[in-house]
């Protein structure tokens, strides 16, 4: 009994220390710890104007194969698809009428021909007689009146002969030029008319090919203006490098040419036309392709390349960044982007020169609170070709895929060995 007092007796000691030592003064939290971001000074870099604009793809030369005599198409002589040269038969075309009509040209020629012989030998005779006055002046003038009838005989005659002769050779229907022929309109035995044109064959030239792309006025006028101002630099039309990327998203390997701009606006959609031409040796481009062209335009030596990941963009969509000014505050401003080079985005204005934009902990700030700005540690640019690291895969993101399962508790691990029974 006495020991149980002792004990009643301790205890209730050490509970009024602890209760005293709870009332005391508590130790001060520590102040919070300024918050470390990494920041980008930038500066004005030369960037190259390039603008993306929609087309199709147009061929070179573009030549349709026609009827030009009426006829029965006997045969055709070249394969669907492949390449003709200038000059190759393609269709021949019944002959026999063209054969007679020539033979009836060249007969009524010989009849003119010999007229006009008996025409000048009646002439020769004619001037010894009235010289001596044994014909009359108006048989003699009326004999020479016959000869120049004969003689415009002669030449119609001959106009025939050469007219049978260009029928005739229409009879052998040819490329008109070097290219890929496409699918025949018509197969042997099939009646083909001159006056109704008729469509035979389609041959067009693909090596190299054009690609006509349209470009607002408007973005025309921005442009220009800008060059008479000094912002953009113009490298003129043979400087200018056109990149094409096709229907699937790949880029074209080869480069093209811009040819020329139409001075002329369409009324209908406000736009003008640019040409651009590009090799074609492979016939990857087909005409009518839709692609994209990127057209370098000129370059703008007053731009700043900020990181993708320093810019965010507000409810409205404008673009905006976290800067650190010169009292080492946030700073929150909007910013004008024209479009992406690699991994940043290209600042017209919103930015001067020197300003250091927030691109590492940028979640971790507010603006108007102090933050100890250090050098961004950007990771290199991924290499040409390489995939994208954050990249979702069957709506699962690359992270997610790639964490580990949480493991069960042991006491769940029991549970599910017992077969979870009561």
Known sequence: MHIEWISFRLISAMAVA??????????????????????VAVQPTAVPVISELPGRTNAYLVAQVRARVDGVVLRREFTEGTMVKAGQRLYKIDSAPYVAALHTARAALAKAKANLATQDALIARYKV?????????????????AQGQAAADVAAGEAAVETAQINLGYTNVVAPV??????????????????????????????????????SSREGLRLRREIQEGRLKAGGPDAAKVTLILEDGRTYAEKGKLQFTDVTVDQTTGSVTLRALFPNTDRVLLPGMFVRARIEEGVNNNAFLVPQVGVQHDQKGQATVLVVDKDDKVELRTIETAG???????????????????????????????????????????????????????????????????????????????????
């Open 18 to 39: 602890i209760m005293l030592s709870a009332c005391g003064e508590k130790p001060a939290a520590p102040p919070p710890q300024t918050p470390e971001v990494g920041v």
């Open 129 to 145: 007689l009235v010289a001596a006055n044994a014909v009359s002046k108006q048989d003699y003038d009326n004999a020479i009146a």
């Open 178 to 215: 070097t290219g890929q022929v496409g699918i025949s309109q018509v197969t042997p035995g099939a009646y083909v008319q001159a006056g109704a044109a008729t469509l035979m064959a389609t041959v067009q030239q693909l090596d190299p090919v054009y690609v006509d792309v349209t470009q």
């Open 340 to 422: 992406t080079q690699g991994q940043d985005w290209v600042v017209l204005g919103g930015l001067n020169v020197g300003d250091r934009v927030i691109v590492q902990g940028v979640e971790k700030v507010k603006p108007g609170a102090p933050v100890k700005a250090v050098a961004a540690q950007l990771p290199p640019p991924p290499p040409p070709g390489a995939p994208s690291t954050d990249m979702v895969t069957t709506g699962v993101s690359a992270a997610t895929k790639a964490s580990p399962e949480p493991k069960a508790s042991p006491a769940a691990e029991a549970h599910s060995a017992s077969g979870g029974a009561q």
